[in-house]
């Protein structure tokens, strides 16, 4: 399993910005075996719903249908580090986000695929 630390959530007015960080701990997502790294989140009251997820490679990122040309995921395996732009942001977007990490290059949704997560950083919108 990867150590996952995810960091940059926060309090912003609908129609901005904020980007979030998921970190490995101290080595590249590939050395782990963990070769996919994802995003979800989880709003009050709801599960847990996929968001972003790209390949340590840093080709192939795919997002769920709500975030397409909103959020932008994108690695950086000289800092060990997987972010989310994510623009446009609305009050709808408020959750808990969390990054998770898979073996092998196929997408996947499922949180059951995902064997290594993060605690979770807020992100709260307000209109």
């Known amino acids: 399993q990867v150590p996952l630390v995810e960091s940059g959530g926060g309090l912003v007015t609908a129609g901005n910005s904020l980007r979030l960080s998921c970190a490995a701990s101290?080595?590249?997502?590939?050395?782990?075996?963990?070769?996919?790294v994802a995003w979800f989140r989880q709003a009050p009251g709801k599960e847990r719903d996929f968001v972003a997820g790209?390949?340590?490679?840093?080709?192939?990122?795919f997002y769920a249908e709500a975030m397409k040309g909103r959020f932008t995921i994108s690695i950086d395996n000289a800092k060990n580090t997987v972010y989310l732009q994510m623009n446009s942001l609305k009050p709808e977007d408020t959750a808990v986000y969390y990054c998770?990490?898979?073996?092998?290059?196929?997408?996947?949704?499922?949180?059951?695929?995902?064997?290594?997560w993060g605690q979770g950083t807020q992100v709260t919108v307000s209109s």
């Open positions: 101290g080595r590249s997502f590939s050395i782990f075996g963990s070769a996919f």
């Open positions: 790209i390949n340590y490679r840093g080709d192939s990122p």
């Open positions: 998770a990490a898979k073996s092998g290059l196929n997408r996947s949704q499922r949180l059951n695929d995902y064997k290594s």
